[in-house]
């Protein structure tokens, strides 16, 4: 188990991928053929689900389907964990999540996260977007987390690949091998910036592998066969001297 951090989360809501019923679950999921199968025989694509989720305002049942364009509302001490096309999700509880259409039904062009988090992993595609009330993140094939907090400031973690960030008039590419961590400010900072470094929180190694895992992907961790430095900077070594992007001088970064 690797080392994690918390910031107003219980190890219970990052330890989820333990339970006993959810590995019972993804074993299922895999074994039957996992989302080319679940199409095929007209089966749901929630692998797992725990206490009261609501499926556009709706009361879910484990046989209902997710598809994009829906709207996902998780109650206190609840979870999702479903797949669209080649991305997987994990939605933790009090978190308000909806699901827009890309080409196809089976295919998800934004996740807009209102509150709460979603750990998400995607396989390579079109154009996918995560939006936030301060963030709005353009995703490639990649592994990460996002945390809306109480304050709408957002924590977002590019887990593994390339993501570019934007929020009013900044941008910046993130490329990371091992967390990658950000905030996107509700104000800017003293130096005006509205992306900001942030630690590496509120996720752990096991729940992208988990992710992954269902949709027959491997993180980049898994595929180097070692782990890197959890120091939100996105390194699989310590990387001396070299600045976390949001960190480097505007006047560098043109």
């Not at 209102?114 to 992993?121: N, R």
């Not at 950000?182 to 992208?208: C, K, S």
């Amino acid at each position: 188990m690797t080392t994690h951090h918390l910031q107003g989360r219980s190890d219970n809501e990052v330890l989820w991928f333990q339970r006993r019923e959810t590995l019972s679950a993804a074993a299922a999921w895999v074994a039957m053929g996992g989302m080319p199968a679940a199409l095929a025989q007209q089966r749901s694509n929630v692998v797992d689900f725990v206490g009261d989720v609501l499926l556009n305002g709706q009361r879910m049942s484990s046989n209902q389907t997710v598809q994009s364009g829906d709207e996902i509302l998780t109650g206190p001490g609840s979870r999702l964990i479903f797949v669209i096309g080649n991305s997987a999700f994990h939605v933790r509880q009090n978190s308000r999540l909806s699901v827009s259409r890309g080409r196809t039904l089976n295919t998800v062009s934004l996740l807009r996260l209102l509150t709460g988090a979603v750990v998400s992993v995607f396989g390579r595609g079109g154009n996918r977007l995560i939006s936030t009330p301060t963030l709005t993140a353009g995703i490639r094939g990649t592994g990460v987390y996002t945390e809306v907090m109480p304050d709408l400031r957002t924590y977002f973690c590019n887990c593994y690949g390339t993501v570019e960030l934007e929020t009013r008039g900044e941008q910046l590419v993130s490329t990371s091998n091992y967390h990658q961590s950000y905030w996107g400010e509700v104000q800017p900072d003293q130096g005006g910036r509205v992306i900001t470094p942030a630690g590496a929180i509120n996720h752990t190694d096991e729940e992208l592998e988990f992710l992954a895992g269902l949709i027959n992907q491997r993180t980049a961790w898994q595929i180097a066969g070692r782990r890197g430095v959890k120091d939100g900077r996105g390194h699989m070594d310590s990387a001396p001297g070299v600045l976390h992007p949001a960190a480097v001088p505007k006047s560098d970064a043109r």
